[in-house]
């Protein structure tokens, strides 16, 4: 089992519509969980990080946390074209480590 | 000032060869994280320096790969005897205190690595 798994996808919504991501991680003691989104042939950029249990939203974004079923997701609301990327899932695996270890990817095309 | 920046951004060699990438984080960013990219992956995780010193670097995959942080701030990432399975984006990245745990990691715009 791998420690941060996504769906792959590729995961197609119409504009306008709300999409969905999701990631599971192996390690049921690990605290810090990011999204980073990346556009093609560009570096990961930070579009939200959650530590706690339940929702945060930022703007159109909100994830969500459950550790209990060791859990995180993003949705998109509104979804744009300018939002086709993949999406990076990352969690700080563990109590201590400083690296992230990063899912697969989603990737996202929402289209016109 | 600004983002981690990392130079070359692109990079041919041919296999057998020595290469050398450099980052060069944020400003006051005390954590310098290097990681690699294949294509249709996630970044995997190399090494992780605190300060001048490899805190971790148990992610490099042979002792070809190396990397130093001489003072601190820049660091170079050194491949020896270059193989065509090491063709990656190579990713830098830094982070405020490197403490882990609620920290964000910041991302320069890699180096592509291409070994022929």
């Keep these: 089992q791998k420690e941060v798994e996504q769906n792959s996808g590729p995961l197609s919504v119409p504009e306008g519509a709300i999409a969905s991501l999701n990631c599971t991680y192996s390690d049921r003691v690990s605290q810090s969980f990011f999204w980073y989104r990346q556009y093609s042939g560009k570096s990961p950029e930070l579009i939200m990080s959650i530590y706690s249990n339940g929702d945060k939203e930022d703007g159109r974004f909100t994830a969500q946390l459950n550790k209990a079923s060791q859990y995180v997701s993003l949705l998109i609301r509104d979804s744009q074209p300018s939002d086709s990327a993949t999406y990076l899932c990352a969690v700080n695996i563990g109590l201590s480590a400083r690296q992230l270890t990063f899912g697969s990817g989603t990737q996202l095309t929402v289209l016109p | 000032g600004a983002g981690?920046?990392?130079?070359?951004?692109?990079?041919?060699?041919?296999?057998?060869?020595?290469?050398?990438?450099?980052?060069?984080p944020i400003s006051g960013h005390t954590a310098l994280y290097w990681y690699r990219q294949s294509l249709?992956?996630?970044?995997?995780?190399?090494?992780?320096?605190?300060?001048?010193?490899?805190?971790?670097?148990?992610?490099?995959?042979?002792?070809?790969?190396?990397a130093v942080r001489p003072e601190g701030s820049v660091s170079t990432l050194k491949i020896q005897r270059t193989e065509r399975g090491d063709s990656a984006v190579y990713l830098c990245a830094s982070?405020?205190?490197?403490?882990?745990?609620?920290?964000?990691?910041?991302?320069?715009?890699?180096?592509?690595?291409?070994?022929?």
């Excluded at chain 2, 981690?4 to 060069?24: A, I, M």
């Excluded at chain 2, 970044?43 to 992610?59: M, R, V």
């Excluded at chain 2, 982070?95 to 690595?113: I, K, V």
């Design chain 2, 4 to 24: 981690v920046s990392q130079t070359p951004s692109n990079k041919v060699t041919e296999k057998g060869k020595y290469v050398e990438l450099r980052c060069d």
């Design chain 2, 95 to 116: 982070s405020l205190r490197g403490l882990g745990y609620q920290e964000t990691q910041y991302f320069g715009p890699g180096t592509r690595l291409l070994v022929l």
């Design chain 2, 40 to 66: 249709g992956q996630g970044p995997e995780f190399l090494i992780y320096f605190q300060g001048t010193g490899a805190a971790d670097d148990s992610g490099l995959p042979n002792d070809r790969f190396f």
